[in-house]
Nanobody, 116 residues
């Protein structure tokens, strides 16, 4: 059964950093493009970063230069390093496989709250 387990969120101040992790039980993990999504209250879920099997990355304009996505295929895990956090980054963050439709079942997500 496919499962995503996100962790690493928390409450931080403006300008601080967080590193999110997502352990994914998709197989074969190494061949999958993986992505980080977020959903703020009252807004649609959006893709903020993705990484291909070859390590190519893509970012939403709102996070370019501040967020970095990476992967560790040996651990079936992706990461999201978030620097210079802003209040508008406040959301629940999820991971999934952006190239698949329908989406695989979503995990519980991890809450990121940026306080000013």
């Amino acid at each position: 059964q496919v499962q995503f387990v996100e962790s690493g969120g928390g409450l931080v101040q403006v300008g601080e950093s967080l590193r999110l992790s997502c352990a994914a039980s998709v197989s074969p993990f190494s061949s999958k493009t993986m992505g980080w999504y977020r959903q703020a209250p009252g807004k649609q879920r959006e893709l903020v970063a993705s990484i291909t099997s070859g390590g190519d990355t893509s970012y939403a304009d709102s996070v370019k230069g501040r967020f970095t996505i990476s992967r560790d295929n040996a651990k079936n895990t992706i990461y999201l390093q978030m620097n210079n956090l802003k209040p508008e980054d406040t959301a629940v963050y999820y991971c999934n496989v952006p190239t698949w439709r329908p989406f695989l079942p979503w995990g519980q997500g991890t809450q990121v709250t940026v306080s000013s």
